[in-house]
T-cell receptor
């Protein structure tokens, strides 16, 4: 089946620094990828829609200047958490839909971010 | 953000029992998806439903896309220990540009 890979799977960073998370579709192309955040024992909350070659679309309440999204190719989207704070510690998950594959969405393995 | 109404929130069952969970929405969906998430991992797609009334099976799992397009259920038959985890329903609203929204999850526990 379709594979979406995220890197790194776990990252610890100091408060005030920035960290980048990559989301790659390994065996398909995707013009759109999605970034979710999941706090412990909660559901996935959509943060933003990453559009290849154009600006990302952010959900209400998500700071676009803090969560920078770049979708430079049909197989890669990156999420950069800038000036990270401990409250940004969370599980970040990306998803993507293969072109022409209907509405099926596949998820990456997720990235644990801990800000200390 | 908007979420689906998923129930029950958690279930404690004996191994071998059947399980049923469901999701409802106040708006019409054109896709219903069911995922399972193990601790520390991303969700894994179990079943995808694209048409109202569609009934689809994947091994011991069966899911249906409600006729009203506002609900879906997932059944697991003859549960086994590896079924433990969190099950999420997810759906795409009509005209929402492929956005997927999620239920809050059903946490399945299997008693020894």
């Amino acid at each position: 089946g379709a594979v979406v890979s995220q890197h790194p799977s776990r990252v610890i960073c100091k408060s005030g620094t920035s960290v980048k998370i990559e989301c790659r579709s390994l065996d398909f192309q995707a013009t759109t990828m999605f970034w979710y955040r999941q706090f412990p024992k909660q559901s996935l909350m959509l943060m933003a829609t990453s559009n290849e070659g154009s600006k990302a679309t952010y959900e209400q309440g998500v700071e676009k200047d803090k969560f920078l999204i770049n979708h430079a190719s049909l197989t890669l989207s990156t999420l950069t958490v800038t000036s990270a704070h401990p409250e940004d510690s969370s599980f970040y998950i990306c998803s993507a839909a293969p072109l022409g594959a209907g509405n099926t969405i596949y998820f990456g393995e997720g990235s644990w971010l801990t800000v200390v | 953000g908007q979420q689906l109404n998923q129930s029950p929130q958690s279930m404690f069952i004996q191994e071998g029992e059947d399980v049923s969970m469901n999701c409802t929405s106040s708006s019409i969906f054109n896709t219903w998806l069911w995922y399972k998430q193990d601790p520390g991992e991303g969700p894994v797609l179990l079943i995808a439903l694209y048409k109202a009334g569609e009934l689809t099976s994947n091994g011991r799992l069966t899911a249906q896309f409600g006729i009203t397009r506002k609900d879906s259920f997932l059944n697991i038959s003859a549960s086994i220990p590896s079924d433990v985890g969190i099950y999420f329903c997810a759906g795409q609203e009509v005209n929402r540009d492929d956005k997927i929204i999620f239920g809050k999850g059903t946490r399945l526990h299997i008693l020894p």
